[in-house]
């Protein structure tokens, strides 16, 4: 154990899929762990500790539980595990949990706000609109306080405090000016130790591009079509819809030099074998919550507006999802 930041005050906030996932695999692990939650699932946590099941069995750990970031205290790791735009919100609450050394590694689907932070280029320092309107996470949350994460998981939460996974946990770590670091490898390390395949990256956005393409041709349609992962990718009717999106996202990450390896045919037998999985997207939408689209869609065609990228069939199914997603929709 320690190999890897030793006593380390490790703060998860947000206690949903990913966040239960972290928290039962880290504590699990012998790390003491602490949770910023609220509502029923800390009611949970604080009952029963937090749960999960995953590809290798059931873990059950106890951690500390509070709905104050106060009681919590300052972190020297700061997992962020809530929905993209819950971010702007929770930021209060996380204040009490950020001491001037805490690293921070937002555990997120989408563009992240940091995209155009610590590498430099044509774009240096802007924020991303879509994510972080008027730029406030960019002014509280900014390199050298974070780490940029890619997580290849899938999980739900069928109840509070607790989280089922049924492909494997991998998760890609690199630094946002992707200088390789000890912090990183420790980072690695920290997750590996708790079960996680942690992989260092020197270009985190390769990495980020090649989740968001799956996030794109996956997490919208499945919203318009109730289609599970292995429906979106073997689905005769959806072939050519899901080509186009990835099609569509090859381009713009391409335009912004990642380098995503990635067969058409292989990626889409990869997606099916992830099975009768409902997207993170696809179960808000069945729970009546708000979509992640201004992360994993807006964003996307935002950074495509600034290279004046036309993403047509992106634009059409991130429209189609916000309307099927419409408030006071039929259930
Ligand atoms: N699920 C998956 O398979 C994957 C998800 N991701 C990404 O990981 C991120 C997290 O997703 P996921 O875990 O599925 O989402 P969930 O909706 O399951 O969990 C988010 C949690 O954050 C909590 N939360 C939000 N705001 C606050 C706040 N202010 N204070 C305390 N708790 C708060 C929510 O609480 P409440 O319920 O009370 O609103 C909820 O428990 C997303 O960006 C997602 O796209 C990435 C890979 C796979
Ligand atoms: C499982 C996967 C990869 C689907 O795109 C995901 O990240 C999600 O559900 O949000």
């Known amino acids: 154990m320690d190999a890897s930041f030793p006593r380390i005050g490790i703060g998860i906030a947000g206690a949903g899929a990913i966040g239960c996932t972290l928290a039962a695999r880290l504590a699990g692990s012998g790390r003491p762990v602490s949770l910023l939650a609220r509502g029923a699932t800390l009611e949970a946590l604080r009952r029963d500790g937090v749960r999960l099941t995953d590809c290798q069995g059931e873990h059950r750990a106890a951690v500390n539980a509070s709905d104050r970031g106060a009681a919590l205290g300052e972190q020297d790791l700061l997992f962020l595990c809530t929905k993209a735009h819950d971010l702007p919100a929770l930021l209060p609450a996380i204040e009490p949990m950020l001491g001037a050394d805490t690293l921070v590694v937002p555990v997120l689907n989408g563009v992240p706000w940091w995209y155009f932070l610590g590498e430099g280029g044509r774009f240096a320092g802007q924020s991303v ?179 004046d990228i036309a993403l047509p069939r992106s634009r059409e199914i991130v429209a189609l999802a916000r309307f099927c997603n419409r408030p006071g929709r039929p259930r």
């Open 129 to 307: 609109e879509a994510v972080d309107p008027g730029g406030r996470l960019a002014a509280r949350l900014a390199p050298p306080h974070l780490i940029g994460c890619v997580a290849f998981v899938t999980a739900e939460s069928p109840a509070p405090g607790v989280a089922v996974s049924t492909n494997p946990l991998r998760m890609v770590c690199g630094e946002p000016d992707n200088r390789p670091s000890e912090r990183l490898e420790r980072l690695c390390t920290l997750l590996a130790e708790a079960g996680i395949e942690a992989r260092a990256s020197e270009r985190i956005r390769d990495a980020l591009w090649t989740k968001l393409i799956a996030n794109l041709t996956s997490n919208p349609l499945s919203v318009i079509s109730g289609a599970t992962l292995e429906e979106v990718y073997s689905s005769p009717d959806l072939h050519e819809l899901v080509c186009d999106l990835l099609h569509e996202g090859l381009l713009v990450a391409a335009a912004y030099g990642a380098r995503v390896e990635l067969d058409p045919p292989g990626f889409l037998e990869r997606g099916a074998a992830m099975g009768a999985v409902r997207t993170s997207m696809l179960q808000d939408h069945e729970r009546g919550r708000p979509l992640e689209l201004a992360a994993i869609g807006d964003a996307v065609l935002e950074l495509a507006a600034k290279l």
